[in-house]
């Protein structure tokens, strides 16, 4: 069956669109227009802490500390851009997470 980003069946059996600004905003907790690692570990608590810092590491380009939308549009670009013909509707984190499980 075809599960969305959190892994829930659609009642139609499609993935719904994934809202790359969105899930941005979700992450962003304190609404300081940056994610922190902390913000990203907090969203994500079934993700093991280690896959969510190398994600991090891999996403904060200028390695402050934080990810701008900027910064996270251009890695789930990137990661869009890899899937492509398969998972291209996963994004982020939760993209790295579901293909080490399959």
């Known amino acids: 069956c075809i599960r969305d980003r959190h892994g829930e069946e659609n009642a139609g059996g499609e993935s719904e669109q994934f809202d790359v600004k969105a899930e941005f905003e979700r992450l962003d907790a304190d609404k300081d227009g940056a994610i922190s690692l902390e913000e990203a570990k907090n969203y994500y608590q079934e993700v093991p802490g280690e896959m969510i810092e190398s994600f991090f590491e891999s ?16 890695e789930t670009a990137e990661n869009e851009d890899e899937n492509a ?5 996963d994004e982020g984190i939760q993209a790295n997470v579901d293909h080490d499980e399959v």
């Open 59 to 74: 996403v904060d380009r200028n390695k402050d500390g934080k990810v701008t939308l900027e910064e996270y549009l251009e």
């Open 85 to 89: 013909g398969g998972n291209a509707g």
